[in-house]
């Protein structure tokens, strides 16, 4: 059977570990630590740094693919490996634009491909000029290095904006500005494509955000007209095609009165996809590692009606309880709810998990979905709420 | 988050695994060797002998469950660890009835469970006897230690049977007999239960063996009769309430004529559970953690009308095309088909991996997945036969 090298310890990698094991692929992974999410349940783990060629090299070898739970790789490391024969999956050249912000924007652009009004920010006087284009409706992006949120920001007059631009300049964050869209929602489309060149589509998901930070994921997105979810499904497998991704791809989508725009590209397992562990004939881990192998792809059809994902974020602080005991109450309450954990450290904000609850009505999952993640968080239910309403 | 110690190395603590990570439940196994199938999956595992006090007081060592992925661990040392305040589940007084078929019999006969005709059998002159007594129909077992139908005899005249239990006898093979049941077909029932005393019961299924293996399952059991339905989920709870069992508990049975039989009792994860992994929103796997952990019980509702397992066993001899390959070929026919691979050396006879299919009718989950097994298997599809017909 093959083997996988993954680089990277988050969750992502561990959760790619369960669908390995039941494929019977060998696997092994490059961590930073040996008690990080994945390599506490990888049996092959070596540890070291993605930056570092060396180690990037011994990983590699003999692998019969190498993937990413994470878009840091130096795209100059992944091309000595490609060069050496090795088959890094997705490349560097469609990875750059999960990496880079700005070049995302100018490349779908290019594609002509619906984004927000962009602009490479440079100077103070960049971020004016912008200011004035789009009346004040500025977003304002770390073109590389962002995640949940971090690197993104919305100054909310043209003095806070030029001086945060000075700031983060200063601090050589690479930085553009694109418009500030009031969408009525954000969705997201998943695909994968192998080497091959075939291509499978997940339905379109909605997805919440929290202060940047994706929250919940709806799959299928609530009373999607039809014509739109075609639109971004074909958007999506296009996008797959023209940048030659491999793996799973997840476009980021802003719904604003009936149109769709592009927010951002990741280029492997997202967070929007982590109910098709529950809800769907393959999980996105799956496929993944499928698509990775150039291997055929598998069904996407749901095994639900509707699927609800609830992330558990590290809230403010630990609340007494164990959070084994937490998982215990959930699971008596609920004995439909799937639980994943990610064996984190706690800090507040942190993805340390997330449910799954798979039901025939949206409000059925939702409800239960909400409840079962605000009790793993704060060792509350949340029912009082509506109790009292 | 609590830590599980699992004794025995085969595809069924591999797969505890999996489930493991996703709950983040923290696992160690006792294996035999690094290169058996469970040990390629665990982060941390410990080499020894499951016969040896000192190799299981090291496993059990913290950890706040010890099971197993098999029935051969000394009563005795399980009880030593238990003295010294492990939770070991299940308990040996509820394991010698999955251990021992001679004590199950007689405990099920108590409690006023259907069973065949049997009797103990310690010398020719008894199996003699047992012959008379039920008219030829003879099935001699060691009471011990038999698996896949090692174990299982029948005899087809009195002196081959005088014959076979002598020379049985002779090698300290411990022995019985009991009435050959001409049996319309087997089935299952699968339940688990905690500490505590919750049972929760998986949907009936139908199983089909050759030579002994347990080789497909169908869940639910095609047109079984709503009240032997009950009758078998009944049985099942209350076998696993009187025996005091702990995890996940499989009543294989005989249905003829309208009635039902107890053939043997698994304390642990069973073949013909396999299916939940795959139709079902909660898998015997995980059922059996939370079980082994006094942790509530997950929801036994299935996610597919029906859902066939078949196992891939090792041929007579190992097709030329790489097994990698004939997955990558089942892909490519079948989206819908979950392959589930042990890691296991070819051996024939093995059980190296088994296909689930979900669908809406029997017809076509059995179809897809007998044709998916047998590619698997032996790299040709079964098809032609059907197209010939
Ligand atoms: N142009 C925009 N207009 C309005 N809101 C935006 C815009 N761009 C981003 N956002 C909001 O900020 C969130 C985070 O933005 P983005 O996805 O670009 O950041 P990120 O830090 O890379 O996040 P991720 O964790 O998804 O990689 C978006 O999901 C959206 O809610
Ligand atoms: N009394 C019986 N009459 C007819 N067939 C029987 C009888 N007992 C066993 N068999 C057949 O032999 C098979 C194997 O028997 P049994 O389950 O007792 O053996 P085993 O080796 O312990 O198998 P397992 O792998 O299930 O533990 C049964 O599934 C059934 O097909
Ligand atoms: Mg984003
Ligand atoms: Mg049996």
């Known amino acids: 059977m093959p083997v996988v090298a993954v680089v990277g310890d988050g969750q992502l990698a561990r959760m790619m570990q369960t669908e390995a094991i039941e494929l019977g692929i060998e696997t092994r992974v490059l961590a930073g630590a040996p008690d990080e999410s994945a390599a506490q349940v990888f049996g092959d ?59 995302q924007r100018r490349r779908l652009a290019d594609l002509g491909a619906p984004v927000p009004e962009f602009a490479p920010i440079t100077s103070p006087a960049d971020a004016q000029a912008f200011w004035h284009q789009v009346d004040g409706a500025v977003c304002l992006k770390a073109t590389r290095g962002g995640y949940d949120g971090h690197g993104v920001w919305f100054p909310s007059s043209e003095s ?37 060149g075939e291509v499978a589509a997940w339905p379109v998901v909605e997805s919440q955000q929290d202060d940047g930070i994706c929250r919940v994921a709806i799959s299928p997105a609530p009373e999607l007209d039809d014509e739109i979810a075609r639109e971004c499904r074909d958007l999506a497998c296009r996008i797959a095609e023209e940048l030659d991704v491999t793996g799973v791809l997840a476009v980021e989508l802003f719904e604003a009165g009936g149109k769709i725009q592009v927010n951002e590209l990741a280029m492997r397992p997202h967070n929007t996809g982590h109910w098709t562990q529950d809800g769907c004939v393959t999980s996105q ?86 409840d079962a993640a605000h009790f793993i968080v704060n060792a509350a239910w949340l029912e009082r709420r509506a109790e009292g309403e």
């Open 45 to 103: 783990v070596r540890i070291g740094d993605y930056t570092d060629l060396a180690d990037l090299k011994a990983i590699a070898e003999g692998a019969d693919a190498v993937t990413f739970d994470h878009e840091h790789v130096p795209n100059e490391f992944a091309q000595t490996l490609i060069d050496a024969g090795v088959a890094v999956e997705p490349r560097p050249e469609a990875l750059i634009f999960a990496q880079d912000k700005l070049e």
């Open 160 to 196: 806070e904006c030029s001086e945060l631009v000075a700031d983060l300049l200063d601090r050589d964050v690479p930085l553009m500005a694109e418009r500030k869209i009031a969408f009525d929602r954000e969705l997201s489309a998943m695909v994968a494509r192998n080497r091959s």
């Open 285 to 370: 881990f799956e496929q993944h590692l499928r698509a990775v192998l150039d291997w055929p792809l598998g069904s996407t059809a749901p095994t639900a009606p509707v699927t609800v994902m609830v992330n558990t974020l590290g809230g403010e602080q630990q609340p007494e309880m164990p959070v084994a005991e937490r998982v215990a109450e959930v699971m008596r309450r609920y004995p439909q709810v799937k639980v994943h954990l990610y064996g984190k450290t706690y800090r507040a904000g942190r993805k340390m998990g997330h449910v799954n609850v798979a039901a025939d009505t949206l409000e059925e999952a939702l409800a239960v979905a909400e």
